[in-house]
């Protein structure tokens, strides 16, 4: 836990006021943010809305009952990825089945990348012929892009991984430890690794500014809300239809900025956000591969960050993309989050590496 946790403050300028407070409710008719401690409200001429995501697990029948942080787990909080952890010390091996309930989803390699990883671990541990791993997804594919879907299917179909696609989650029958879909498709599971219903934050909900899923409506370019010009989101609070993760978060970061600005000054909202997004994917064995795709562009092959150099391969496995994700871990905390490394947020179309 201590290699995710981290205190705020030492991340931010002294410039910016931290106010550590529960948000009861935004108020964008008055340009107000009411807190649960004091000060109880907060006027506000621009708003950054950065509420995220989180899982919903009560939105789907059974989830929650009997089995839940017993043989039902999921790795999207920190208390069930520790309590996954200690699972998966003792546990003696049948059918382990990782789900998808419904997309959109944080970081939609994650459940990809944890079947990769848990192959590795029960080779490691000696015990992988007596484990069954299967992905029941509701894509079509095991990714959304067809290029990505196409390498990582058959990456999953290499490491005797079985794929269950177009399966809709209906409900968890804990007695017969089964997923139940809505086209009556039944998978029985040992061990449930899910990844449940992701919704955007209360708060967004009870402010009226949400859609079903209380995503907030934004323009996918401009990244301003649909409905109130001052109003801004980045990340995974906004319902564009682009992959909900880090990346994206960081390259709408510049966009937004300068949008924000142009709005100060009352000037055309020059900067647009493409959709641009990439990440790493662990694959096992000390091997990862990298894709980098946008809005309209597929993840292709070739070489990032720097054209013609690389120097990690895209839409590849390699040990350099496996080092890179580790070395990123330092990166992300020192060089990232404080604003010390600077990306391109642009897509640009990978360069082939020259001989």
Not at 88 to 110: H, Q, S, Y
Not at 302 to 316: D, E, M, R, S
Request: proline share 8%.
């Amino acid at each position: 836990p201590a290699d995710v946790v981290k205190p705020k403050r030492p991340l931010l300028s002294r410039r910016v006021k931290l106010i550590l407070a529960k948000v009861e409710e935004i108020q964008p008719e008055t340009n107000r943010v009411k807190l649960s401690g004091e000060p109880r409200e907060i006027a506000y001429d621009e708003l950054i809305i950065a509420t995220g995501c989180d899982i919903a697990p009560e939105e789907t029948s059974g989830m929650k009952d009997g089995g839940w942080r017993k043989n039902i787990f999921d790795f999207y909080t920190l208390e069930g990825t520790t309590a996954l952890g200690q699972c998966l010390k003792t546990w003696p091996g049948g059918r382990l089945v990782v789900n998808v309930a419904e997309m959109p989803i944080k970081c939609p390699v994650a459940p990809l990348e944890f079947l990769f990883l848990a192959d590795w671990f029960f080779h490691l541990r000696g015990m992988r012929d007596k484990v069954e791993l299967i992905f029941a997804t509701p894509l079509t594919h095991a990714f959304t892009k067809p290029k990505a879907a196409a390498m990582l299917g058959g990456l999953l179909q290499k490491k005797g991984i079985r794929v269950v696609p177009d399966f809709a989650l209906c409900e968890v029958d804990n007695a017969r430890t089964t997923l139940m879909s809505y086209d009556n498709r039944e998978v029985g599971y040992d061990l449930l690794v899910t990844v449940p219903v992701n919704k955007g934050a209360e708060v967004i909900g009870r402010s009226g500014m949400g859609d079903e899923l209380n995503y907030v409506e934004t323009d996918k370019h401009t990244l301003q809300s649909k409905k109130w010009p001052n109003v801004w989101v980045i990340g995974d609070a906004s319902d564009v239809p682009t992959a909900k993760a880090g990346s994206v978060a960081h390259f709408m970061a510049d966009v937004l900025e300068e949008n924000l600005l142009y709005h100060i000054r009352t000037e055309p909202l020059s900067a647009q956000f493409d959709g641009h997004a990439n990440c790493f994917i662990e694959s096992g064995f000390r091997r990862a591969l990298l894709i980098d795709y946008s809005y309209t562009a597929e993840p292709l092959p070739g070489v990032f960050p720097l054209p013609g150099i690389g120097p990690f391969p895209l839409l590849k496995e390699s040990a350099i993309n496996h080092w890179g994700k580790l070395l990123f871990r330092w990166v992300y905390w020192n060089m990232l989050l404080p604003g010390r490394l600077p990306l391109p947020s642009k897509y640009r179309p990978p360069a082939q590496r020259t001989s």
